[in-house]
Nanobody, 114 residues
Framework: QVQLVESGGGLVQPGGSLRLSCAASGGSFSINAMGWYRQAPGSQRVLVASIGTGTDTYYAESVKGRFTISRNNAMRTVYLQMNSLKPEDTAVYYC????????WGQGTQVTVSS
């Protein structure tokens, strides 16, 4: 079973950038599409970006042009580069497969505030 550990979150001012990482251990990582999801307080967890086993990507409209998802199968890691951050990007960010097969990690908190 794949275990996921997210990192890279923090407090950033509007307009700033962060790079999130998701390290996977165990199981078959490279055969599944992977996604980044986020959950804001009082809201459901939603998909913001995903990447297939090749180079195909998907972005939610709210992050398109600002976020970039990538993966390194040799390192068993998925990344989310987040630029031009907005207060509405504040949430706990999680990674998982798409569709969801694995147990959720602890997530990483992203707070965008001045």
């Amino acid at each position: 079973q794949v275990q996921l550990v997210e990192s890279g979150g923090g407090l950033v001012q509007p307009g700033g950038s962060l790079r999130l990482s998701c390290a996977a251990s165990g199981g078959s990582f490279s055969i599944n599409a992977m996604g980044w999801y986020r959950q804001a307080p009082g809201s459901q967890r939603v998909l913001v970006a995903s990447i297939g086993t090749g180079t195909d990507t998907y972005y939610a409209e709210s992050v398109k042009g600002r976020f970039t998802i990538s993966r390194n199968n040799a390192m068993r890691t998925v990344y989310l580069q987040m630029n031009s951050l907005k207060p509405e990007d504040t949430a706990v960010y999680y990674c998982n497969s798409r569709p969801i097969y694995y147990s959720w990690g602890q997530g990483t908190q992203v707070t965008v505030s001045s």
